[in-house]
């Protein structure tokens, strides 16, 4: 009786010393109660139906490749899955489609490692807000330095 997706997930605004504000996305593991979101999506004005790494199930862009064979001169044949939705399938596609996906996923590991960066740095501002938040209160005194 948990069917209050709302309470499935909440998002954490984070100002990076840059001064550009993304969100954070945090969900319960609850497993099928989800319905993942991309709350922060860098705005993409072409997107087409052939990028690989979109999924058509679910539209997350973390689809990669499982495994992929040339399929002749000019194609390859990509086994594909999403860690989002459990998709996945196996379809054959152009050499230009596939060369962007391979693109698209160097970009995707440069990615992870600035939200890792910055989830760090997310953590690190909290525990520094906790730090004021008690000294605030006064469970911090100077007695205790
Ligand atoms: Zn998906």
């Known amino acids: 009786m948990s069917n ?13 010393p840059s001064g550009k504000t993304i ?5 319960d593991d609850t497993p099928g109660a989800t319905q993942p979101t991309a709350s922060n999506v860098p705005a993409r004005t072409e997107r087409e ?3 690989l790494h979109i999924c058509g199930s679910c539209g997350s862009d973390l689809v990669y490749p499982v495994e992929w064979d040339e399929a002749g001169a000019t194609h ?3 086994s594909l899955r999403c860690p989002n939705c459990e998709w996945s399938g196996t379809g054959i596609f152009e050499q230009d489609i596939v060369d962007r996906f391979d693109e698209e996923l160097d970009r995707g590991t ?3 490692v600035r939200d890792l960066r910055r989830l760090i740095h997310a953590n690190m501002e909290e525990d520094i807000d906790r730090f004021v938040a008690a000294l605030h209160d006064g469970h911090i005194v100077p007695e205790d330095f």
């Not at 209050?4 to 990076?16: A, I, K, Q």
């Open 4 to 16: 209050r997706p709302e309470h499935s997930h909440y998002v954490r605004r984070v100002v990076l």
């Open 23 to 27: 969100e954070v996305v945090y969900f």
């Open 49 to 51: 139906q052939t990028d």
């Open 76 to 78: 390859w044949e990509v």
């Open 110 to 112: 440069e990615s992870l």
